[in-house]
């Protein structure tokens, strides 16, 4: 499975699948381990069950990532292109889980400007201050200032990154490079 880098198209997709993956080897190594150790001793008191028992840790971490991404769900094609046809030379990314210290929220599509953080969620139960105030904390954290909005309509989502596009000034090589950093900062936001 090829690893694909965050935000980009059909990103949680791939993580969901691969933390699946990861997940059930892990706890298919766990039974293993403890299914043969009740072969061999005949007993569960042996170091097989001991070794079992240690081997739930990790597992349990892989299965708590795969379960963390399962609620979240993929920007569709038609979204892809509504959204890349609207940024122009804005930068786009998809997919986006962001953490924060309550729960996580995930997006559709992120436009990013050099001063502005435009996202797309479907979630109904998403918090927007939330995500606003911590993505806005992140990146002041990183010495990064941004105006960040989340939207839930896709129609106001996608006027927003008209105007954001047609306002902004591809040829400033420190516009392109504030815009870059603020994308790098906020996809390690991202789970």
Known sequence: MKLQEKGTF??????????????????????????????????????????????????????????????????TQAQKEAVEAAAGALTCCYDCVFSNSKSPIGTQAVVVTDNAVCALTQEEKADKTLFETSLRDFL???????????????????????????????????????????????KNMCL
């Open 10 to 75: 059909e990103y949680l997709k791939r993580k969901k699948n691969q933390n699946l993956l990861i997940m059930l080897i892990s706890f298919a190594v766990v039974f293993a381990v403890f299914f043969a150790g009740l072969a061999v001793f005949k007993s569960r008191n042996n170091y097989c069950t001991l070794i079992a028992t240690v081997l739930v840790l990790p597992a349990a971490k892989f299965a708590v990532a795969y379960f963390v991404l399962l609620p979240h769900k993929s920007a």
């Open 140 to 186: 002041k954290n990183e010495k990064l200032a941004a105006n960040v909005t989340l939207y839930t309509d896709e129609k106001t989502f996608l006027n927003r990154v008209r105007g954001l596009a047609a306002n902004f000034d591809d040829t400033d090589k420190r516009s392109m490079d504030r815009m870059e950093w603020i994308t790098h900062a906020m």
